[in-house]
């Protein structure tokens, strides 16, 4: 079987969840003897290469569409359904914060795709998508898809939710490396260190989180580099953030490791998740987990999380007193090292892909 998985143009330029996600599950689908190809959306690809093609990215219909009606070949979609909208329409500043406080979520996703495009942050690879916009060619993609893989059922259900639309679908839930993040007694944890890890941006809501911990006794580590568009909201947590918060420029996952081993707790309290990759890491090795209650990260941590609503430093803060002053469950360490791995991810993907493809 030859796969050919097809991501966003800015996939490696601008790193994010996915390009974890794309990477480890064709490294590991490759072990299992899948012949797996990673490309991007503006390039040119011989399909005739490819028994299947797997999408990432729904909310990107644009870098999708013009593949699927240049080849009859099956295709499926691990979608990433990020809801930006609380945030975009309340909490982003300038002209567009006005704009959004105003449009649907997908009116809203539709500006932004044209913005990129029109500020040469991503290519268009055809006009298809100027013309059916954001909720229809969603739509198309869905009804043309022949096997839908969420990260989580929640995810799967607010598709269908959103756009009335049923298909065929798989859970691949999100995982970790294991020859990475292994846990060990080599450091004790610090039970006023803090970690944030994530890529510096509004949707992260680091901002609120600075802010719940400006001068307490908390020593906060917010480790990631800034979005390339959101400079100036990372010089406000700059501006805003008092000694004991500490910022550390984007770093490789073996660096991470002493960090995950020496703190008590790793946060997100962001707008949305799906479940947050620096989480499952964090959990894998020791850390208590203070995760933000929208999205569906209840699905992956259930009553091992701490949550917080990201509106309310107040709430951000008790949160983390609590993680802070409760003891690590090593039951459920156990259960993120056994079931969510990247192997594991790749194993379930490739019994999907044997769905549409039959091997022998």
Sequence with gaps: MKVAIIARSSLYVLPGGDTIQIINTAKYLQQLNVAVDI????????????????????????????HIYKTPKPFVVTPLLIDYSEYDRQYRKGFSGKIFRFLSSDNIEYIKT?????KGQQKLSGYLYLFKGQSKSIKTIIKKT????????????????????????????????????????????????VLCVA??????????????????????????NPAANQLNYYKKCKNIAAKNIHFVNHLS???????????????????????????????????????TNRGYTKEYFKENAFYCD??????????INAA?????????????????????????????????IPTT
Excluded at 114 to 118: E, L, T, V, Y
Excluded at 330 to 353: C, G, H, M, R, S
């Design 114 to 118: 044209i913005a990129r495009w029109m």
């Design 199 to 224: 890529r510096i941006e509004g949707l992260k809501n680091q901002l609120n989180l600075i802010k719940a911990l400006n001068n307490s006794v908390y020593k906060l580590f917010i480790i990631g």
């Design 146 to 193: 022949a096997l839908m893989l969420p990260n989580s059922e929640m995810e799967y259900r607010q598709l269908e939710q959103l756009y009335s639309l049923s298909t065929a679908y798989c859970v691949i839930p999100n995982g970790i490396d294991k020859n990475i993040f292994m846990p060990s007694n080599r450091n004790s944890k610090d039970d006023h260190m």
């Design 39 to 66: 490309k991007l959306a503006d390039e040119k690809i011989n399909y005739k290469k490819y028994d299947l093609f797997h999408f990432f990215n729904l909310i990107r219909p644009a870098d999708i569409l013009h």
């Design 310 to 319: 990201p509106a309310s430093p107040s709430s951000i803060l008790e949160k």
């Design 324 to 356: 802070s002053n409760t003891p690590a469950c090593e039951v459920f360490q156990q259960k993120i090292l056994n079931d969510f791995t990247w192997q594991n991810a790749a194993l379930k993907t490739f019994n999907a892909y044997k769905k549409i």
């Design 253 to 291: 996952h073996e660096k991470l490791i002493e960090y995950y081993q020496t703190a008590k707790v790793h946060i997100l309290p962001s707008w949305f998740e799906t479940c947050g990759l620096s989480t499952l890491e964090a959990a894998a090795m020791g850390c208590n987990i203070v995760v």
